[in-house]
């Protein structure tokens, strides 16, 4: 079994074709076939070098690797198709002798005249065969003289193309509703439909997984492996990626490229586990499978044809299944760009590393997405008393809650330590032992002075992160207050006399 994925290197991988590799990468895995990666790059206007290396590096990220392709090599190359000209050219050359192609000298004016006139009176809109007639003495002898020309394939009249989709059953088309196709346009590049069967057949690629926008190119292509003697392989065409609202996912719909699903911080893992759900299933209750295991399982038959809806949620819920699945120093080191471009973490110490290697899986245990992890430490590396203060409700509470601010900031005087949960808690009991104040009324205050926010992760965890923080040696993080700075500086912030339990005291 010999499966590819045949991208064009026009842009960013969208989602919908990480789709499609998956799928042919999974059915080749799991039959311990061959997953090729081919190049259609015949669009020189729009393809780049740079889209197909961002296309490549998507496909590693998400664990697509391929056995034959570009950058790998193969039995069957070359494996871009602006470097397989000369077997283009070769292989019209045959169609052209055997009256199976012909040369079209027809204008684009010409074309478009015919094809409003076609609409005009309710006909399919396809080339009206003016050039069909012409000789290839005659063709030959424009040629030289400079006239420009296409190479059409000669579709037979009146027959029904008929093929059995995979996923969809049998799909039948009338050839009367198809016009002669441009195989070679008048610069020599090579159209689609033409050098997709040339390379499918010469690298003996056995099932054919794609859109099912591509169905009506099927018949086509299905007629010229018939003119070259070929056998076609099997195709399954499956369902587009849609959008909530059931149109095509685009750029309205949010993200669309793995590129921006990469930067938003999802796990490859997640991605891919979650587009092979699009349209199909593992088996009864099981989503969260590593791709071994989805390859083992797939099955092309099982795949349904009706539209799939790309859920962000869903994928979200499945990110977060593997955030806390994820080895703790993975997840430090996937996170510091994010805290790089925050602009709290220079190149990472390795005091840095196991420092972020405790926090950061906490953390991560409480969000959706990498990129969601700075705002949940910005109460580490960005804290200001005043800036807190400044906030009217957060004034209005600190104001009501003098007496806890007051010994909290009494109970961590310089020098000390609250590294560990047993330590905050006891604090927070003499405090309450103080003021008398307990549950929110106590722990609010608390909250609100040493990381300047209403809300975040747990003091008894988020208060011996900042003393960890605070005491680092060797770091390119940006400085952390300590608990005792942070209860002075919100102390003196809020101005005013002391309480007079701390007078007392």
Known sequence: MRLR????????LHVGNARTALFNWLLARGAGGTFILRIEDTDVGRSTRESERAILEDLRWMGLTWDEGVEVGGDHGPYRQTERLHVYRAHVVELLSRGAAYRCFCSPGQLDADRQAALRDGRAPKYAGRCRGISRDDARRRIEHGEAAVVRFRVPAHRDVVFQDIVRGEVKFSTDV?????LVRSDGVPA???????????MGITHVIRGEDHISNTPRQLLLYEAFGWTPPAFAHVSLVMGPDHSPLSKRHGATSVKEFRDRGYLPEALANYLALIGWSPGEGEELLPLDELARRFRLEDVGH??????EEKLAWVNR???????????????????????????ATPEDEGYLEQLVPVVAASVDRLDQIPSRLAFLFDYDAARALARPEIRAE?????????????????????????????MAGRIREKTGQKGKALFHPIRIALTGEPDGLELDI????????AQLSASRLRRIPSAAQRAAAFRAALGGPPAPSDVEG
Do not use: C
């Open 5 to 12: 994925f045949a991208p064009s290197p026009s842009g960013h």
């Open 178 to 182: 198809i016009g002669d196709p441009v």
């Open 192 to 202: 689609y439909n033409y050098a997709v069967v040339v390379d499918d057949a010469l």
């Open 306 to 311: 009706s539209a799939g809806v790309f859920d």
């Open 321 to 347: 299944h593997y955030l806390k699945a994820a080895a703790p120093a993975r997840l430090a080191a996937l996170t510091a760009p994010f805290l790089q471009a925050a602009g709290w973490l220079g190149e």
């Open 398 to 426: 600190a104001e009501a809650a003098r007496p806890v601010i007051e010994a909290l900031a009494a109970e961590l005087a310089p020098g000390s330590s609250l590294i560990d949960k047993g330590s905050f808690r006891a």
């Open 462 to 469: 988020a208060v011996p992160a900042m003393e960890r923080g």
